[in-house]
């Protein structure tokens, strides 16, 4: 396929996409690699971008340069996580402390499973204005083991 025509498709992939903001999103394609810029207000929306035109036929490579823009301030984004936290039967919101500097999250404390630390940073990530987790979260009670995940 030329560029043109791959340009084509992937706007309607974007486009037919219920997940990715109408409009938000612009394509360019050189050489079969297409380059998404942009701004978005959730992480997920990002790489439902990325995952929409990446597998269509004639893509080389997809550069992913849409920007996630807080709509929020830092401390709303704060507080949404730990509503999320709190909705959440698997999560003791008292033992993690969150973070938030420019988007990005860090989550540090301990919890007491590897469900229940997966579930804080899925949650983390489920807020709007979310660019990265960073968890610091620790396993309580839990001696290092080779075979132990985290």
Not at 66 to 84: M, Q, R
Not at 138 to 147: E, L, M, S, T, V
Request: glycine share 6%.
């Amino acid at each position: 396929r030329s560029d043109a025509e791959i340009a084509k498709i992937a706007a309607a992939a974007l486009d037919s996409n219920l997940t990715v903001p109408k409009g938000a999103v612009k394509i360019s394609v050189e050489a079969g690699r297409i380059s998404l810029r942009g701004t978005v207000g959730w992480w997920y929306e990002r790489q439902c971008a990325e995952k929409a035109v990446r597998d269509l036929i004639g893509v080389t490579s997809v550069s992913n340069q849409i920007i996630v823009k807080p709509g929020t301030s830092e401390s709303d984004i704060k507080d949404e996580i730990f509503k999320e936290f709190e909705r959440n039967a698997e999560i003791d919101a008292r033992s993690i402390k969150v973070a938030v500097k420019a988007g990005k999250v860090s989550l540090e404390g301990s919890v007491r499973s590897a469900a229940e630390m997966r579930e804080a940073v899925r949650a983390s990530w489920s807020v709007p204005g979310v660019k990265q987790v960073d968890n610091k979260l620790k396993i309580a009670n839990c001696r290092h083991h080779p075979f132990h995940p985290f």
